[in-house]
């Protein structure tokens, strides 16, 4: 697997860990995304790192079995320092229908390893 499709997994199991169980390390699960990082919600909100971060540190544990599923992963275009990449990502609690996004991310490269630089969520009717 590419380091991007390899980076959009793990960072999706680091997600999953810290909503759904409160396990994991928040400073660690930061680290993945640019100080630059933006991202379109399925909603259309705007959000930048600021309320990541802050969206990170209030929700530990607040989404109790969630589980969160990628799948048809597409390198849309690759560079030396950065890549675009399209995914296919399922949500699921128990007790509530699952839902289903096409996420888009835009990845630079810092210190050698693939960082979050923007987010782009159309939820899947």
């Known amino acids: 697997m590419n380091p991007w499709f390899t980076e959009v997994v793990e960072a999706h199991v680091a ?23 933006t991202m379109i919600t399925p909603n259309g909100a705007a959000i930048d790192y600021e309320a ?11 989404r109790d079995g969630l589980r969160i599923d990628i799948d048809s992963m597409t390198l849309i275009q690759a560079w030396d320092d950065g890549a675009v ?17 096409w996420s888009t991310a ?20």
């Open 52 to 62: 990541l971060t802050a969206l990170f540190t209030t929700q530990r544990a607040a």
């Open 15 to 37: 997600i999953e860990a810290w909503l759904g169980r409160g396990t994991g390390s928040l400073e660690a699960l930061i680290a993945r995304f640019s100080p630059q990082f």
């Open 106 to 125: 835009v990845f630079t490269l810092e210190n050698q390893q693939p960082v979050w630089l923007s987010l782009h969520e159309t939820l899947i009717p």
């Open 85 to 101: 990449v399209r995914y296919r990502e399922r949500q699921s609690m128990p007790g509530n229908d699952a839902t289903a996004r």
